[in-house]
């Protein structure tokens, strides 16, 4: 069946799941917010934020406040894209099942 | 993975959602005191106004400047009420009061609240002092629907509520005293009471 395929291994991890959820809803986010929000470590962020820009689904803008370096991040286009599609896939599967 | 993770999944999703974009700490105790002391300055304004003034308010008359710090002493108070027991509750809840969620609900219900708040000086330094009731209530209504999106709670019903009152009473400015009793008073009880029960409640059991 197609819509399984639509389950993108790329948000199957809780982290990845969290931090698309975030920045679908909000214009940007910085590494601090997210790891508050999400309760992970620094590393484990660190690693999934990379996975997702590898994938191109977020950025990662760094820039300074003052004399302090912000890392933030924003959905793209195309993350926004595969994240509603694996909303949908999700959905469905759900429906499905019972 | 099975259909309950995937369950889980969109749970999380969504709670993640909210509480990335929404503030939902506000606290429903907070609206009903609200309520009682805007019912308690409209007594006091009543009596002024009844006993002092002979039922008939004088701009520049020393009861209208008793009224004006009575509305800036209920205007005080329940923002003080609000920031304390909001502040409490999202200490219990382990939520920072002052992020992004906060901030743009402050932001996004002071820029119409300040605009009328002006405009209402503005009006009533030239002495058009008829429709001030009315202006209050439409404007405090048009606060609450701009902050309703960044909280939950349905805020956005008592704006629609607040704007219609304040509608009726530029309609029947004599009726303006029972209308804003009734849109900043009653209304808060109510709404307070109802989120008080509904999500208050609710995280203490």
Redesign the interface.
Known sequence: MSLINNINKAFDHRVRLGIMSVLMVNEHADFNTLKELLNVTDGNLASHTKALEKAEYILIEKQFIGKKPNTRYVATKLGRMAFQKHIEALEHLIKHST | ???KD??K??S??KD??N???RFISLSGLSGILAGIYAIIGAAVAYVLVNNYSQGTLFLDGLVFRWVLLDLALIAFFSIATAIVLTTQKAKKNGA?IW??SSKRLVVNFLIPLITGGLYILIILGQQKYGQAGALMLIFYGLSLVSASKYSIGHIRFLGYIEIILGLICAVFPGYGFWLWVLGFGVMHIIYGSWMHFKYDKKQIN
Do not use: P, Q, R, T
């Open positions: 993975m099975n259909s995937y369950l999944d969109i999380e999703i993640l959602m509480k990335s974009s920072k992020d992004i």
